[in-house]
Nanobody
């Protein structure tokens, strides 16, 4: 029903910035939650930033103050602005959405931060 497509990943030096985009398409009624997860190689997937069903924003402690999640409802797009990137931020970043009890995931986009 809902398709999520991420873009904006790439290679960046430590201290640099990237902006990820996630465009949603398909049958959209009322998305209850939307956000970003990441999965470093060989590690568990973790929450990075998300909008709750009430519109508030949650951030992982490791990115608080550096990353900002935002959205453009007219474009059905959510963004993740990543600043002062560190090698520890290297991971595949996944867009996530929840609607009517179903979870939807994007294909992921690689972010690599070099020292």
């Amino acid at each position: 029903q809902v398709q999520l497509v991420e873009s904006g990943g790439g290679l960046v030096q430590a201290g640099g910035s990237l902006r990820l985009s996630c465009a949603a398409s398909g049958t959209i009624f009322a998305i209850n939650a939307m956000g970003w997860y990441r999965q470093p190689a060989g590690k568990q997937r973790e929450l990075v930033a998300a909008f709750t069903n009430f519109g508030s924003r949650n951030y992982a402690d490791s990115v608080k103050g550096r990353f900002t999640i935002s959205r453009d409802n007219a474009k059905n797009t959510v963004y993740l602005e990543m600043n002062r990137l560190q090698p520890e931020d290297t991971a595949v970043y996944y867009c996530y959405a929840r609607q009517r009890g179903y979870d939807y995931w994007g294909q992921g986009t690689q972010v690599t931060v070099s020292s």
